[in-house]
């Protein structure tokens, strides 16, 4: 899952949130020389990219882009459905999409000095460009996947995604509003955290 499922996913918990958001850059046993709470979101993160990479519905999704996306096809997963999330994202919170978006981004904004030097050049890239308000669109998805792409150490494709996009659109949306909440109960259960029906 991209940035915006991954903050979604920490319950509007500060330290789940930047422990989240460090499990980008932190390798290994890394994460032991944070505090607990941020550990835990760390751990989250690397739980919420182990179930996801290992989901069929998942694995179905990627193939749809597997003829011409090949081992690139997970990262295009991982921005699409972060834009059907903010899609449908009043099915899933409370809380407005516009609303969560600034306090995510007032929340690095206060934390970006105690992030490692590689993650501070992220979040400024990140505030700077308004990335989360990118990935819901088409056209910001496509913005997206072609600055991956050019960052990439292999050649790609990826800024032609959006015909295939377009292609599998449905398949797509129904792969995600069946996945996504299945997730939700998963990280739930891992946090220990009792779902209100």
Known sequence: MNLVAHQYLSFENKALQIGNLLGETVKG????????????GILLHREID???????IVKQSSSYFHATQHKFAPIIIDVIYD????KHWNDF??????EFKLECYQLFEDEK????????????????????????????????????????????????IIPE????????????LIFFPQLFAHCKNFL????NE
């Open 29 to 40: 046993n890394q994460y032991l020389k944070y505090p607990e709470d941020i550990q835990t």
């Open 50 to 56: 182990t179930y996801t990479d290992s989901h069929e």
């Open 83 to 86: 834009y059907f999330l903010i």
């Open 93 to 98: 919170s409370k809380t407005t999409f516009q």
């Open 113 to 160: 000095s105690n992030l490692p030097e590689k993650l501070q050049e992220t979040i400024f890239y990140l505030l700077k460009y308004d990335w989360f308000q990118n990935y819901s669109t088409i056209y910001g998805v496509q913005k997206t996947l072609k600055g991956i792409g050019s960052r990439a150490k292999y050649s790609n494709n990826l800024h032609q």
């Open 165 to 176: 996009f377009e292609k599998n659109y449905a398949n797509l949306e129904n792969d995600f």
């Open 192 to 195: 220990s955290i009792e779902i």
